[in-house]
């Protein structure tokens, strides 16, 4: 289901059918570049491998609607405490050790996971496309001229939810508070007695958790397969340098501002050359904006 | 030699540098003190090139090389240190120095053979075989003087170079910068070890606020008040030298 | 000249086997491997140049690659031209793109500097795999085989020493690259590139320079490869995977040293053969399997042996002169 497919019908339409399949993909894309975001903002970590736990995400989803008939909706409640644990598994095991390496102990660390997650994926599941046709992914909603199906309406309002309630977690709770601190000053936050190990255990877990559901949540509306997580990573990252290092209300925006790109750059061009936008824009970011929209933030850890 | 007219460096709102001029002449031991960001170390980056300034003009030689890139201006002879050295240090100590010389020297060999000298004369000559990241923090800072040594600079500048520095160190280290100067090289010392700087400058600017404070013989600036009041505290007594 | 032989020994003795194996050894599977092998470790060297001498890390090398198989392609099936003009096509178009990368690496630091080079190469991707006006679009281009060697259609003996000629040259340029002049700014460049600056050297320069040679380099094993296997596919040539791979044998061969690249691609090309042949006939996934152990490999040796194999023999070599001395 191509959600920039025009309908023929009056331009205004097609205004409003554009806008509101940017306003649902920006917010998928928001719950993958929250996580990472979050990640990359106070772990300071590149982590080419995220787009992977996507993948998994999108695999768990399979594997429970092929082998248990159980509906994607379901299995995103048992996959937010599931990739919460993979997520520190992962750091335990992995991230933990290269957090004060060199940048390339991290590109080659994080590449080497990504290669193993995918691999382990195509051994698992082999390298054909599936897919997750539940009954709603086929279901439209017709409001006021415009079709959506109803997976992508209610990815969306779950994206959003969580988006939000991640928000919070960062605004009102203590623990937030104490990662929000280490994101703007790590040495600052040691010194001030902050378990910054800890810090980087539940973001980093909390990151896996949003992106491992939002591969849930996505699984219906795109292609299964091992590789399907790279032009998510390329995207989250152009989402997160839009919207400024750490920044969730900046990966909002930034999140809407590539979903409208890829929109209006498949309703013109078609969608065979879809994705090639988000990689000039990925290029374009970097060359003219590494600071992001809005500021300062991270400018410091992009530029030469 | 090196002529600074009216230099101004912003960042965003600071002002970091505020119509800094100053005059050194060929064989001079110019010494820079003054609190921390004061401004020291921007001067030193715009002077070098590392920051284009906002207003004045940088003279060297009787050139204008204003907001030219750092490598030119390092070949034309006007070299710097780092405040927190940046040794490459994977390398050895002599590969260090040697990819200083060869700046000037068309040949791996000639620069290798030059920075043999150069480490001899830096007391370095125990160590040539060391990787640079081995060594204790006295050695390193040693090893910056050698290699900007190694490109044979007009001028140099030299960022806190005895910070860190434990009492056996720091006289080594004062001995060198002092036959350095013998040697004929011209010198801009930042310090904040007044010991090592009463010692070894003939002249002192005090910057404050990314102003010049004061200027003057190390007596004068010692008796200074607002040297003082800003910045040493209290009555600087003078030892003998 | 005798301690630069003694020096080297390890490389001779290795380049010195794949000299006299065609001689020695008719079998075509073999040779194949062993095309395989000097190919695979001569791109290595190539990304080396980038890589590992400048330090600029880039995963999209699959771009240059993909830019020499298709010149190759091209201009033999398009225009009935010698692969040697298009090699020399390739050269020129990489050195541009590698200019433009070489332009991105002084903007942007490490990882993110990675990431860039990883959307060069996936653009590139895009456009040949959607362009069927020109490149065919996703079905790729068979590689018309003429036999001869201006047309580089070759037998299997004369590939090999083709592909020993290129990694010998490939070797050779890392070499200087470790004992000239300019190999040595280009190291403080690596190392400190504030440091170097202050010290005369043209840091920018010297890095657009290294990943413009590696650009160049990368592209005619490109062409070399597109006429050996006789098939370019976009999905292939210009993969991310690919990317990985050219740094993978570098890294675990041992990144920055001359014969890392190659120690690697012995290493890795020989296992992943060997893997193949005693897992085929076993369902494709399993193919993964190898790809997996890269993947942990490559994450093991950059935390624990960053120098790599060649670092591994060079401390077995001290420690036997330790003993002996």
Redesign the interface.
Known sequence: MDPARPLGRPQIDVVAQLGVSTVLLGGIYALIAVGLTLIFGIMRV?N?AHGEFLMLGMYLAFWAYTLLALDPWFVLFVSIPLFFGLGLLTYVL?MR??IH?S???????T?????????????????DFHTVRPWHAGAPIRVAGTAFNLSQVVAFFIAIALTVALFAFMRWTHTGRVMRATAQDRDAAILMGIDTDRVYRITFALGIAAVGAAGVLVSPLYAIY?QAG?QFV?LS?VVV?LGGLGDMVGALIGSLIVAAVEVAGSYWFGT??K??FY??L??AV??FR?AGLFGQRGAE???? | MLALERLTKRFGGLTAVREVSLEVRAGDLLGIIGPNGAGKTTLFNVIAGYYRPDEGRVVFDGRDVTGRPAHEIARLGLTRTFQIVKPFGNLSVLDNVMIGGLTRLPSTRAARADAERVIEVCGLGLHAAARARALPLALRKRLEVARALATRPRLLLLDEVMSGLNPTELVAMIDLVRRLHADGLTLIVIEHIMAAMMRLAQRIVMLHHGEKLAEGTPREIAADRRVIDAYLGEEFVLAEA | MRRALARHRGALLLFGAAALTPIVVRDAYFLDSLVLILLWGSLSAAWNVAGGYAGQ?S?GHAAFFGIGAYSAALAGARWQQSPWLGMLAGIALSLVAGAAIGY?????????????T???S??LL??AS?WRGFTSGSEGIPVPFRPGFATLGLGHVAWAYLALAVALLYWGIQLWLERSRFGYRLAGVRED?DAAQALGIPARRLKVIAVTVSAALTSVCGTLWAQYVGFVDPFYVFS??LS?RF?LNA?IGGVGTALGPFLGSILITSLETYLRATLSGV???????Y??V??????LV??FF?AGLAGLAARLRARRAGAHG
């Open positions: 590149v080419f992995i050790g290269i390496a940048h390339n102990v991290q590109i080659f660390t590449v080497g996971l990504s290669i193993a997650l995918q691999n382990l994926a195509l051994v698992l599941w082999s390298g091992p790279l390329l990252y340098v065979a050359w994705e090639i990689f000039l990925f290029i970097l060359v590494p850890t992009l530029g030469a | 890390v995963i991105l690496s002084n903007r942007l630091r490490g990882p993110y500097f990675a990431l860039s990883i959307a060069f996936q653009v895009i456009v959607r590139e991310v995977d990985i740094a890294i369902q494709s996934g399993f193919t993964g399997i790809l997996i890269y993947g942990t490999m490559l994450i950059v935390r960053p």
